[in-house]
């Protein structure tokens, strides 16, 4: 692929994310936190196995959709859920928290990445990388009850 169809890719999964958010906040309204949580973290870790061995550009834009789709149900769901959490005199704290650890996970995520693909090829680290996010819904699952 050229540089112009992986940043359409990006493109693509970027819109995904930006249209969908909104609706991902009401279904989490509608629905719950929880359920909403554990899709869109199955909605993430599902594509991304399989990205790597898609080589048409259209499997490649309905896989980044899907993976769109999944940030868009869980970003709003977290933050919704932490301020339920929190006491209101600590919004403004819960809020700066929950961005922070989301900025250490855009920094950290490309270098755990790089990491993986030193040590094994592309299929198997991104097969990590959905097993780790697998795991986190797994613990989320069964660590957080009530809120479906």
Same mark, same amino acid.
């Given at each position: 692929m050229n540089p112009a169809q992986i940043g359409g890719i990006f493109s693509i999964q970027v819109a995904a994310t930006l249209l969908?958010?909104?609706?991902?906040?009401?279904?989490?309204?509608? /629905?719950?936190?929880?359920? %909403?949580? /554990? +899709?869109?973290?199955?909605? %993430?870790?599902?594509?991304?196995?399989?990205?790597v061995t898609a080589h048409a550009l259209p499997v490649l834009a309905l896989l980044s959709v899907v993976l769109g789709l999944g940030e868009a149900a869980v970003m709003p769901s977290v933050i919704a859920l932490g301020t339920e959490l929190s006491d209101a005199e600590n919004?403004?704290? +819960? /809020?700066?928290?929950?961005?922070?650890?989301?900025? %250490?996970?855009?920094?950290l995520g490309p270098i755990f990445a790089g990491l993986l693909l030193g040590v094994f090829n592309y299929v198997t680290s991104f097969g990590i990388l959905a097993g780790? /996010?697998?795991g986190v819904a797994v613990v989320f699952g069964t660590a957080v009850r009530g809120l479906d």
């Open positions: 969908a958010q909104p609706i991902g906040g009401y279904l989490s309204d509608r /629905l719950g936190r929880r359920p %909403v949580i /554990l +899709t869109g973290l199955a909605l %993430v870790g599902i594509p991304l196995p399989l990205m919004y403004g704290s +819960t /809020l700066g928290m929950l961005d922070a650890m989301d900025n %250490v996970g855009k920094a780790m /996010l697998i």
